[in-house]
């Protein structure tokens, strides 16, 4: 592999923290990666991580630390996380354990009484609420409960002994796959809960619906800056609850999704803005752009690569196609909301959705040979999606194919048949104002039809 194909993988957790732009390049074009990500950085991570640990069983094993854990007196743990020895005559005073360099290592002190006069600060505290290390920059004490929670368990120095005597031969190997492990676990399941809130979040507050493997890969870039802090706390004594951890993602995430929220609104306001190559989504603006007025698509050059003269007419075409889209996503609604009405049935769109409409053809338009991003469709996770847009293809609709159009120009110029171009007629000027068949029990409008696929239930109130 050339240094050139790695170097943009290694700005990945760069652009993650810092670049909410790069959460396009997410929701496009990374299907399936979020949870690689997130497993590659943690190998990352952990090798520094190794190394630390590493220097700390160095230490501890200076300090003769198993031998002097040794010593402890045998105690338990409540649940409300209170330390107490097995033999009270152990709780009488405070109890202080040199090595053989004669550094106080240890002191168990359950009660907090005050250490003998002229005896050194040790470097462990054992007290009845937790252990404080006393380092040399800081002073950080831990909790019982923060350790074991509100189960009784027991402290066993031999056990212990045992375990660090274990842990100060661990191979490098086996202690860089620990840390992984553990990394890996924890911001796995940081990201689950941040796609979560994010799926729940994205519906309420920002009326979009996606799919899960989008908010879990979003989530997953999101919690970059939670592994960083989890590395970091090897270093420094920062102590972050898991609460704040989770916040973190989902933070990032609902940024991203109030962005992309407010870019879909300023581009069906303003063409301008939805055809310029700052927007996001301006290939799938670009697309609808090329359907002239006539029904007919344009299968010229880029938006860009036009004059200003053509430029102004897509400009149109597009303004004209959002105002269409539009009419009939409100007509077709305002005619089911009525139908309800009539048949005594509740009108609250959290309470029923609509019935899906029928199938329709693809979409008769030259694939983009780059890339077919889902630009509008967030509910869906296949960058390769057939599925229909979310504005009207009038290309797609029967009453306007070329031999439909043929036929009733012979009909309305036919002096033989004067009934049958009328109702030609008719049927067409219906099929225009997205009137539905007798009978029907949602609309069945061509147009709307396609907004009702892309917003899939949704609150009306995610049209600007």
Not at 108 to 131: C, S
Not at 342 to 355: A, N
Request: proline content about 8%; hydrophobic content about 40%; overall charge negative.
């Amino acid at each position: 592999m050339q240094v050139q194909n790695i170097w943009p993988l290694l700005q990945y957790p760069f652009k993650a923290i810092i670049s909410r732009r790069f959460y396009y390049n997410v929701m496009f074009d990374m299907k399936g990666v979020g949870l690689a990500y997130l497993f590659m950085l943690c190998i990352v991570l952990a090798l520094p991580c190794t190394v630390q640990m590493q220097r700390y069983f160095t230490n501890w094993q200076q300090l003769e630390l198993s031998r002097v854990v040794a010593q402890i007196p045998p105690s338990t743990i409540s649940s409300s996380g209170r330390l107490g020895a097995v033999n009270p005559a152990d709780e009488a005073q405070p109890k202080l354990i040199y090595n053989s360099h004669q550094q106080l290592v240890v002191a168990y002190n359950v009660h907090d009484m005050p250490l003998p006069a002229g005896a050194p600060t040790p470097l462990v505290m054992l007290t009845a609420d937790g252990m404080t290390f006393h380092l040399k920059d800081s002073v950080v004490h831990l909790r019982w409960s923060d350790l074991y929670g509100n189960e009784a368990v027991s402290f066993e120095p031999l056990q212990i002994a045992q375990l660090f005597e274990k842990m100060f031969h661990s191979s490098f190997f086996s202690i860089w796959s620990v840390l992984t492990l553990w990394l890996f676990t924890s911001l796995g399941f940081v990201a689950l809960v941040g796609a979560l809130f994010t799926k729940v979040l994205g519906l309420i507050l920002m009326k979009m619906r996606i799919s899960f493997g989008l908010s879990l890969r979003l989530s997953a870039f999101g919690s970059t800056l939670v592994a960083v802090l989890l590395a970091v706390q090897f270093f420094f004594p920062l102590v972050l609850s898991t609460l704040v951890l989770c916040a973190i993602p989902i933070i990032y995430t609902m940024a991203f999704l109030a962005h992309v929220r407010g870019v879909l609104d300023h581009s069906l306001k303003d063409p301008k803005y939805a055809l310029s190559l700052q927007n996001p989504f301006y290939k799938w603006f670009e697309r609808q752009s090329r359907v002239r007025p006539d029904n007919t698509i344009i299968q010229g050059p880029d938006y860009h690569e036009l004059d200003p003269e053509q430029q102004a007419e897509r400009e149109s075409n597009l303004s004209r196609v959002i105002n269409i889209s539009m009419e009939q996503w409100l007509t077709a609604y305002q005619q089911w909301f009525k139908e309800r009405a009539e048949q005594g049935l509740s009108r609250d769109i959290h309470e029923v959705t609509p019935p899906p409409p029928p199938e329709e053809p693809p979409l008769d338009i030259p694939d983009d040979p780059e890339r077919k991003p889902r630009f509008m469709d967030l509910d869906s996770d296949d960058p390769n999606s057939t599925q229909p847009d979310r504005f009207y293809h009038p290309e797609q609709d029967p009453t306007n194919s070329p031999q439909q159009q043929q036929n009733e120009h012979q009909q309305t110029q036919s002096t033989a048949a004067p009934s049958a171009g009328s109702d030609a007629q008719q049927n067409q000027q219906a099929s225009l104002q997205g009137a539905t068949p007798q009978g029907s029990n949602a609309p069945q409008n061509n147009a709307a039809s396609h907004v009702q696929r892309g917003a899939k239930g949704e609150d009306s109130r995610f049209m600007p």
